[in-house]
């Protein structure tokens, strides 16, 4: 009896150690099948990412690279890998040096919807697109949308022809700085701004404060310098007098028609018959008009965006909007 007693105990035991060890090694099964299930997750994900703007993928064939340039011109105004659709500076200069190495490439079509933007990003693609023109000896087009303005005509200055839709808004040659005064508004709360500052110009522009005559002055000689490098490139960019650019260069637009009876563009027509030109100017007619593209972040900003806007905005949130789209103090190649 004992003997049948012992032998059931340590069948028991046996029973329960392997049943033990079958889950530990279950488990251990199960976690390795995991974490290879999210490394490859992870690097799927990475992988998607990552494939970003910069990797252009250029085709073998005879192209026209397409840059779109739509919306405010400047450069990112965030850090997340997930971009906002619109114009992208960093991946539009990228594309540009990469054009400028491929032999298949033929020519730049800008395609501009623009009201144009800071003067620093506006003329650093305008200097990118004369660097392509003069190391690759191809021509430079343009296409205007719906408005193409201040740094958007600016930038187009580099274009050999520029074509635009019968009811695009052009023009707008000028610069402007705006500051926004808070100070009427600090007075009526009790708000007082002090600033402990270096010199009677470091706090220019501050919200609190008005401008001194000289601050206006000072402001004024910026826009000045920056007005006088406008009007000189489109000068040289439409082959014109000097004082014929600064006689229509007082900021106002121009219809298309008013643009190209002024000398402004050359043809008022449609995309379509702008790459049927482009085509017969390359004597290519199955030339590939390329515009590379970020699907993916696409989506997820047009995703982010509806689900932003069904989010009622804070009175703070407006009030910093607003700031933020006046553009306190930064030199515009700008229409308001």
Sequence with gaps: MKKKQTAGIVVAAIAIILTGVIGMASNLIKESAQSKMETKNKETLSSIFSSTEENFNLPSKDFVGVIDVTGTIQGSTGTSSVTTTGYNHSKSMKFIEKMMKSSSNKGILLYVDSPGGTVYHSDELYLKLMEYK??????????????????????????????????????????????????????????????????????????????????RDIMQALVDESY?????????????????????????????????????????????????????????????????????????????????????????????????????????????
Excluded at 164 to 177: E, L, P
Excluded at 180 to 205: F, P, R
């Design 134 to 215: 003069e190391k690759t000896k191809r021509p430079v087009y343009a296409y205007f949308a719906s408005e193409a303005c201040s740094g958007g005509y600016y930038i187009s200055m580099a274009a050999d022809k520029i074509y635009a839709n019968r009811n695009c808004w052009t023009g707008s040659i000028g610069v402007i700085v705006s500051f926004m005064n808070l100070k009427g508004l600090y007075d009526k709360l009790g708000i007082k701004e002090i600033d402990i500052a270096s010199g009677d110009n470091k706090t220019m522009g501050s919200m609190g404060l008005d401008l001194t005559d000289e601050q």
């Design 228 to 336: 006088e490098q406008f009007t000189s490139i489109v000068s040289e960019g439409r082959n014109m007098d000097i004082e014929t650019v600064k006689k229509l260069a007082d900021g106002r637009i121009y219809s298309a028609l008013q643009a190209k009876e002024n000398g402004l563009i050359d043809e008022v027509g449609s995309l379509d018959e702008e790459k049927k030109f482009i085509e017969k100017d390359l004597e290519n007619s199955d030339i590939t008009f390329y515009q590379p593209k970020n699907a993916l972040n696409e989506i997820f900003s047009s995703l982010y965006g509806s689900v932003s806007d069904l989010k009622k905005k804070s009175d703070t949130e407006i009030a910093y909007d607003l700031i933020e789209e006046a553009k306190n103090g930064e030199l515009l190649y700008y229409a308001k």
